[in-house]
């Protein structure tokens, strides 16, 4: 049993956590001035830094590293989706009896050598700057002792960004030129599509100055949003706002 006491608020405000974001499934109980976390029967699974924090307080934390004779590896995510350019930082937890060095952890891709990123935290954070496609699959730590090891996995899904395709006009008096003609003081629509994506684009409207514009995202009945299609709907045009 681990007792976890503070002097502020009777010891209110006090709960345990793991460091890995994974349910503590042992019974927490309420004592004197605090909470106690009991570890009867416990198994390999239990096997985690676990912290016990104080609502009260951002700073203050007690933490138990507990390890079995095997090494244990988590995840702070399973799934990670990411737009292609953006940075990544995939994140594994990995404790032992023994001290663990970068020499007991291991990395692969798809179970390949990983080619990409740079390892902090003695290789239990990885991170990626400008994610590609090709950083995209199944990443795997794997922590390795003299007597056993255990592996841990994340997958990378990395979006791409296509350009998007102008795809229709609205109160267009003409199109001469690659230039579109309208009419003084009526409305108009502009339409860009970018059937690449499949979730809510994540391009914008800008005028020839550099202004950013605001697009309005159609939603059904229109059944629009399959297709990802961006609207920016300018009122009562006038001559200097052209192009």
Do not use: H
């Amino acid at each position: 049993e681990f007792q976890c006491t503070s002097t502020s608020n009777n010891g209110n405000g006090l709960s345990w956590s793991r460091q890995d974001a994974v349910s503590i499934t042992k019974s927490q109980n309420i004592i004197t001035g605090g909470i106690s976390l009991d570890f009867s029967n416990p198994t390999a699974s239990d096997a985690a830094v676990y912290i016990c924090s104080d609502s009260n307080s951002n700073d203050d934390n007690a933490v138990v590293n507990i390890t079995t004779d095997n090494p244990a590896a988590n995840s702070k995510e399973t799934s990670i989706t990411s737009f292609n350019g953006d940075t990544v930082t995939i994140i594994m937890y990995a404790s032992a009896l023994t001290s663990l060095s970068e020499s007991n952890i291991a990395w692969t891709l798809n179970n390949e050598n990983v080619e990409n990123g740079n390892y902090q935290n003695n290789n239990k954070e990885l991170i990626i700057s400008d994610v590609q496609t090709s950083d995209a699959g199944t990443y795997k730590m794997t922590v390795t002792i003299p007597s056993n090891s255990a592996a841990a996995y994340t997958t990378l899904n990395v979006l791409v960004f296509l350009d998007p395709v102008l795809s229709s006009f609205g109160g267009v008096a003409g199109i001469v030129n690659g230039i579109v003609e309208v009419v003084e003081g009526s409305d108009l629509t502009l339409s860009c599509g970018d059937p690449g994506n499949t979730v809510e684009p994540r391009y914008q409207w800008f005028d020839d100055s550099g202004n950013s514009l605001t697009g309005i995202s159609n939603s059904p009945p229109l059944v629009l949003v399959s297709s990802n299609i961006c609207n920016l709907k300018v009122q009562s045009l006038i001559p200097t706002r052209s192009n």
